[in-house]
């Protein structure tokens, strides 16, 4: 399970329906515009959260570094640290050894979406700049190396605060965003920077005690 809502019922339903365990609950970052559920459905299923290792959480979890790997069964998941809309933010590259050898699709978090990319300003003006570069990094040396043919599927479609021109579909391919993203066309890193930071919508009020409750730091009322 990656980047689970609080209201964890939903997830358990399937497992049993499917007749699937739930081995690992990941986060593709510290979520800042929902309440995770990681925690609640790491406890009930036992199953091992998953979070990158910058990520200051004060809850047992298993600290993920670019390139690992996770093994699920026939499922092979690896680590890709990809910072820029928050410094912990991860994709994870996924492989059914059941199907072929090669990767299939990567869940891209709030790093890449479907039309745009993650905005890279939700930690403070100060860090914004820094981001913004570390983001262009993540896409253009990363992300972009991937084959065309990967499936994108990211944490949010339209009407998501966690990004500007958000596509309502919700899924793509690393092609085809190539192609038609304006976050990805050709620019140099300090125009790619002002691109990023230009036209930003205001950040809820929420943000930011969100990520507090995501870190453990402060409680989740039940
Ligand atoms: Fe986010």
Redesign the pocket.
Known sequence: MVDPQIAIDPYLETARETGMGILYVLET?V???HLSGCRDLGSVTGAVIGIHESAPVVFPAQLLADGDSLEMGNVHVKVIHTPG??PDSVCFLVTDKSRGPEAWFVLTG?TLFVGDA?RPD?HGRETARKLAGELYDSLFHKLMRLPDDIEVYP?HFGGSA?GRSLSGKPHSTIGFERRYNVALKPRSREEFISFMLSDLPAQPPEFETNRQKNLGLVPVPI
Do not use: E, I
């Open positions: 970052h979520h800042a515009d809309h928050s709030d993650g939700l944490s966690c």
